[in-house]
């Protein structure tokens, strides 16, 4: 023991003996008053300390508290400049513009015996079910705007169709951050023109030019995770056309407004003809009743597969299969000035591996393109400028022995008649348990 330790101990020692004698005092009612007076003095610092005491192991009882909580405590990520931010050359991918979330789609409440699923628990459990899904569709929503947005601010005549391609498809590769199977484009562009309705794409060494008179039909898709968002509008540089172009968007939503949970594929096509064959239009002094393309319709879309069994007619065809909750529709109309139906013209640039398929073609240059086909897009269209991409030549051979053998499917432009003019909007939207979401819609159609 220390000097300091044995004085420390000496003077304790003292305290103690003299207030055990001041106690005796106490005992004998021979106490004086200054002894009373530091029997107080002892009592409240004995108080004081127990306070203190206290008072410190509640501070940091309440500093734990406060650490442990602290450590709890996740930063919050900061919301994204939005649409807003994007670039005029379409640079920046959307999952940096929408960190957190992305836009919901246009939300429209169930009705007559489906209105109850929107307040419905249990139908609100189901959704929260699908939330991955319902994410990775309104990111590629949001690619499809933002991208389209691009595209009807900078087509205008004189531009080459490859030209247009190159750019949608590019702008879209960036903005989903494009990665095989994980994100990327979900189908060709489609730039069909005037007669011409759908599934035309230039192939290599096409030179079409956009001409002031041209309708042009521009149709593309984006997917994520297999994903696919489906959506079409058409363009045109002279007013007479507007009354076509107005009447198959009416028509469009007019059969996004009657789809639904339950509801009979043949009563959304009729609704469609319905509002379609209302519309007319003057051309070249004369008043021409607009038709719907009976031939084609619209349809349900799967897990990477553009067309997955289900089709959505614009015209009365008596259809009775009925929607199902959970499903993918795309939702499309055409109009035409001319018969109102289409065949197939011209070359094929649209392609889709047969999922059905399962023969193994025996040409070497066919077993090779299918490899090729299949491990970089699976069932997902494919047209040959893809093909060409990805540093293939001298395929021809091995494409044609693949379709010849049904292994892949060929879908060649589909057109009117010659001299007529054809219009198309579309919409992707799917039924969820509590709502209807239209998932492509944007501020522009």
Request: proline share 4%; with cysteine; net charge negative.
């Amino acid at each position: 023991m220390s000097t300091a330790e044995q004085a420390t101990g000496a003077t304790e020692e003292l305290s103690l003996l003299s207030i055990a004698n001041e106690a005796n005092e106490v005992g004998k009612g021979t106490f004086s008053k200054n002894t009373f007076n530091r029997q107080i003095v002892l009592t409240k610092f004995s108080v004081l300390d127990s306070d203190n005491e206290s008072n410190n192991e509640a501070e940091a009882e309440a500093g734990k508290k406060k650490k442990k909580n602290k450590k709890r405590t996740k930063k919050k990520k900061k919301a994204g400049l939005g649409a807003a931010g994007q670039t005029d050359t379409l640079s920046v991918p959307v999952s940096q513009l929408f960190p957190v979330s992305y836009p919901e789609g246009e939300i429209c409440e169930y009705t007559d015996d489906n209105r109850k699923r929107t307040t419905d628990e249990e139908m609100r459990a189901k959704d929260r079910l699908n939330e991955k899904q319902i994410f990775d569709l309104r990111r590629a929503a949001e690619v499809h705007r933002q991208v389209r947005r691009h595209a009807q601010r900078v087509i205008r005549p004189g531009m080459d169709l490859t030209t247009i391609a190159d750019m949608i498809e590019n702008g879209t590769r960036t903005l989903v951050e494009a990665n095989g199977f994980e994100s990327g484009i979900g189908f060709p562009t489609g730039l069909s023109i005037n007669h011409c309705a759908a599934h035309y794409t230039p192939n290599a060494g096409d030179h079409v030019v956009i001409q002031n008179d041209d309708v042009l039909k521009v149709d593309f898709g984006v997917h994520v995770n297999g994903h696919i968002i489906d959506s079409a509008f058409t363009m045109s540089w002279n007013d007479r056309y507007a009354p076509l172009l107005n009447a198959v968007k009416d028509a469009t939503n007019t059969g996004i407004r009657e789809a639904g949970i339950d509801v009979r594929l043949c009563d959304v096509g009729a609704a469609i003809q319905e509002v379609m064959e209302s519309y007319e239009i003057e051309l070249n002094g004369k008043t021409i009743p607009i038709k719907p393309i009976r031939n084609l319709c619209g349809h349900n879309i799967g897990p990477y597969k553009i067309h997955s069994g289900k089709s959505v007619p614009i015209v009365a065809n008596g259809d009775q299969t009925r929607m199902e909750e959970g499903e993918l529709f795309a939702i499309e109309t055409f109009g035409s000035t001319g018969n109102g139906y289409v065949h197939e013209e011209g070359v094929c640039s649209h392609y889709a591996k047969n999922d059905g398929a399962y023969t193994s073609p025996r040409i070497p240059s066919a077993k090779k393109l299918l490899q090729t086909i299949t491990k970089n897009f699976g069932t997902l269209p494919f047209c040959r400028r893809y093909i060409d991409r990805l540093g293939e030549s001298h395929y021809y051979l091995g494409l044609k022995t693949l379709v010849d053998s049904d292994i892949v499917m060929a879908y060649p432009p589909l057109c009117d008649v010659e001299g007529s003019y054809t219009a198309q909007f579309e919409h992707t939207l799917l039924l969820r348990p509590t709502v209807k979401e239209v998932l492509s819609r944007g501020d522009d159609y």
